[in-house]
């Protein structure tokens, strides 16, 4: 029965000779290696193609199974194999020695079994792993030794002649079912016949389903006959047939009836036997009859459940055939729709066909396990093909596990385009084995290899690094497994594992056959460095706010934990400016440096001590930190002017030299002692700075504390005086009995001689003159008034300065006001170089 299939549907599945074309073309690319034969690896194609002479001898004699004239061959086997295994059973149970007719028949359907025998030495074969035509004379009759070589031969011996030589020997007939083995052959027919669409599906299972129930109970007829001919002649009647009588009509003498009766009631027999029905009118009589009739009871309930499930797949639709089936009439019907090309036909076809009898399930099997069950799958099926690849190489294991975890497996026919050229590529593809080539297609329509892809190779990855359209064409040459990851993917992975990501690159450079990466050799290292400055900003960021998983994460992958941002800060620094403790103490474990400076000068303790985290400046002096640079002595500065003793302190206390000096030859302690900051002073004083310092005007800490009218510096050093007195009065006293201490006389000697050099100091330093610039008018006036002033130094009370403005002016003056209009009481407000005004009122 023929399926309704169009005219247009019936051509597309039609076997012609283009496949046989196709398997020559093939054959031209494979070589005679045996290499062909191995399972997960690939020869290269210089070996192949070195051996392509030699192998173009060969060919003539190696027949393709899409030979017309090789298919023509099979169905003549077809035709005696389905002879041959009809009438074994016939033979063995009907015959003790054929007749002279049928003898001559057999004879010849063993000669051309023989001859079948010879040619599949010669027939190349579908390797069932690599999916490749095996054309290798060796590797073909290793393969049929090891099947089908004993069972063809001892299937051709002349059994019959046999038998009579050995004195008809009844053992000698049990070789005779060998020749069932030729069964295969018609099973192989139905399987074509179920996968041809031409067909009916449902009429070729139901034919195939009433073909095996009638096969097994004509084998059980002939061999319920069989027992009954074991019996002697005179025990004839204790056999099932013998002791027979259907009517009026008696088998008593069974031999001497026609030859077709006897078959049909043997069948009878097997029929309602196989059925259970057991009307009675037969049954089995001897032991050895009621042991066959027991054996084919069961066997028939095994049969039947096969029979009955077949059905009922029949009905529901669920084995893999009808579902190519389908797919396939799918896929007709989409390509008929969209008018689609004689060549795009023949590649969805093809690879259709190719899933389906490579069995490629792998998404349906799996697709309902957990992700990491999935992953250890993969890992263990793809790894070691992903190690190899020249693009991974020297990449830590940690990534390749990653992208093995995320690689799936595809299997492509010789001549289809992978790649084309121009086109937008979101794959990068793995070569498992295989061979194929990279064309380039000039302007003109013509092609140049520009390169073979074997095993290792990878293809897509420098349009997907890079970002450009795919520059060569991808075709396969030969049947080939590669390994897929989607771009998306592959990049995420890359920024994880930041380190591999710049290996991958530098492989990119390095075993790039691509013309064009001198070109995109730029763009590469754009690329490196890009990631190199994201990396070092994740690193940075992670520091900044404390997350101490996530660095280590990043510096496992291959962060340089000394790298810098654009300003020069490290992650040092930053994690010293938060206070993070474990991230510095981790820094310093991963070789982090400690005086590193940034773009302004700050280093980690610097950063530290601005914040004031203790515990962190701590660390960072154990580790070796030091606080140098313009910028530790401008921050200390700018601490002294907002006042800010912690800072000041911490900054000393961690090694700032306190007698830095600004461009003005200024130190902290001038600072402090123009602003009356008691507090810093002594600070400054308990870490050793220097009162004798000069600005560049010749100008000491104290002078500047009287010329801006601070008295903090002068009751330091009188404080100082009388602490120091007071010393060495308690002393006297306490130690009067140790006056005859050398030690006692020196030390004493040594404090009045530091209290009377303060003391002196302090009298040198307030003996230094201020002048003022006295004007005749307020100061609220002064713009308009024209009158000049005088130039004086500034005495000690006001009145002493108000007689001086009296004598010189010619007036009295009662009153000392400031730039301010502000009332001056004391000569100690007034400033060197100071505006002041006196009115009469």
């Known amino acids: 029965m023929v399926g309704r299939l169009t005219r247009a549907e019936t051509e597309e599945y039609e076997y012609d000779n283009e496949m046989e074309r196709d398997f020559d073309k093939q054959l031209d690319r494979q070589s005679s290696s045996s290499d062909l034969c191995e399972n997960e690896s690939s020869t290269s194609l210089r070996k192949q193609w070195s051996s392509h002479d030699s192998f173009r001898s060969l060919k003539n004699v190696i027949i393709p199974k899409q030979n017309g004239r090789y298919g023509l061959w ?47 030495f010669f027939v190349a074969y579908r ?12 590797s073909i009759a290793i393969r049929y030794s090891k099947s089908s070589l004993l069972p063809d031969i001892l299937g051709c011996l002349p059994w019959n002649a046999i038998y009579r030589r050995s004195g008809n020997k009844e053992i000698v007939r049990y070789f005779l079912w060998i020749r069932l083995y030729r069964a295969r052959k018609v099973d192989a027919f139905f399987r074509r016949m179920e996968q041809n669409i031409r067909i009916n599906y449902l009429f070729t299972r139901i034919v195939k389903l009433i073909t095996v129930e009638l096969y097994c109970t004509h084998t059980a007829a002939c061999i319920f006959y069989y027992l009954a001919t074991t019996m002697p ?66 066997f028939d309930m095994i049969l039947g459940a096969y029979l009955v499930g077949n059905m009922t797949a029949l009905i529901v639709k669920g084995s893999n055939t009808e579902k190519f089936r389908d797919k396939m009439t799918s896929l007709l019907k989409y390509m008929n729709r969209n008018k689609l090309k004689k060549e795009i036909r023949s590649q969805l076809k093809n690879h259709l066909r190719l899933q389906y009898e490579s069995q490629f399930i792998e998404n349906s099997v799996v697709q309902d396990l ?82 073979k892809l074997e095993a290792e190779s990878t293809f897509g990855e420098v349009a997907v690094l890079c970002s450009i359209p795919q520059p060569y064409t991808v075709r396969v040459v030969d049947l080939c497994k ?38 995109l050799e730029s763009d590469i290292v754009f690329m490196i460095s890009e990631q190199e400055v994201e990396l070092s900003l994740k690193v940075n960021n992670a520091a900044y706010q404390g997350k101490t998983s996530l660095l280590k994460s990043l510096i496992k992958s291959g962060a340089n934990p000394n790298r810098a941002d654009y300003d020069g800060r490290t992650p040092m620094h930053l994690a010293a400016l938060r206070g993070h403790e474990d991230i510095v103490q981790f820094l310093l474990q991963q070789g982090a440096e400690v005086d590193v400076e940034d773009r302004f000068g700050n280093t980690p303790l610097l950063e530290a001590v601005k914040g004031c985290h203790t515990t962190v400046i701590k660390i960072l002096r154990t580790a070796g930190g030091h606080l140098t640079g313009k910028n530790a002595g401008r921050l200390l500065h700018q601490a002294v002017l907002a006042g800010n003793s912690e800072v000041v302190r911490a900054l000393l206390d961690n090694g700032m030299d306190p007698n830095y000096s600004d461009h003005n030859g200024q130190t902290a302690l001038h600072i402090a002692a123009s602003e009356g900051l008691v507090t810093i002073v002594r600070i400054l004083l308990e870490h050793g700075a220097n009162i004798h310092a000069m600005d560049r005007w010749g100008k000491t800490p104290v002078q500047e504390s009287i010329q801006f009218g601070s008295n903090a510096f002068k009751n330091i050093i009188k404080d100082a005086a009388m602490q120091t007195s007071k010393s060495l009065e308690t002393q006297e006293l306490n130690n009067v009995e140790d006056q005859s201490s050398p030690g006692y006389e020196e030390s004493t000697e040594d404090e ?40 004086t130094w500034v005495p000690d009370t006001i009145s002493e300065l108000l007689d001086f403005a009296s004598k010189y002016f010619g007036y009295t003056y009662n009153f000392v006001l400031d730039q301010n209009g502000g009332d001056i009481i004391c000569t100690d407000h007034i400033r060197d170089s100071e505006k002041v005004y006196v009115l009469h009122e």
């Open 127 to 138: 390797d069932l792993h690599t999916y490749k035509w095996v054309t290798d004379h060796r």
């Open 752 to 791: 009045k001689h530091e209290l009377e050099r303060c003391e002196s100091f302090l009298v040198n330093d307030e003996k230094v003159k201020r002048r003022c610039t006295i004007y005749p008018h307020p100061p609220w006036t002064a713009s308009g008034d024209g009158k000049r002033g005088v130039v």
């Open 482 to 519: 590669v390994l897929r990851i989607d771009k998306q993917s592959f990049l995420n992975i890359m920024h994880v594992y930041f380190a591999d990501g710049r290996q991958v690159l530098n492989n990119l450079l390095k075993f790039g056959k691509d013309a064009k990466l001198n070109q």
């Open 233 to 298: 002649p005179s025990k004839e009647d204790l056999t099932w047939i013998g002791s027979l009588t259907l009517g009026g009509y008696s088998f008593q003498n069974f031999r001497e009836i026609d030859l077709g009766r006897r078959y049909v009631v043997s069948l009878y027999f097997a029929i309602i036997t196989m059925a259970t029905v057991g009307y009675g009118d037969i049954h089995a009589v001897n032991t050895r009859e009621m042991i066959f009739v027991m054996i084919f009871v069961s």
């Open 370 to 451: 957990p992700f990491s069950i999935r992953a250890k799958v993969s890992q263990s099926l793809y790894m070691s093909t992903v190690e190899r690849a020249l693009l991974f190489r020297n990449c830590s294991a940690e990534f390749i596990n990653q992208i093995g975890m995320r690689v799936r497996e595809e299997f492509f026919l010789p001549g289809e385009i992978i790649m084309e050229q121009g086109n937008a590529i979101d794959q990068i593809y793995i070569v498992s084995y295989g061979a194929l080539e990279e064309v380039f297609v000039n302007i003109d329509g013509s092609e140049e290899v520009i390169s």
């Open 74 to 120: 099979m169905n003549v086997i077809l035709l005696w194999a389905a002879y041959s295994s009809f009438f074994t059973p016939i033979e063995f149970g009907f015959f003790r020695g054929l007749p002279t007719n049928l003898w001559w028949i057999d004879q010849i359907g063993q000669a051309m079994f023989m001859v079948d025998i010879v040619v599949n």
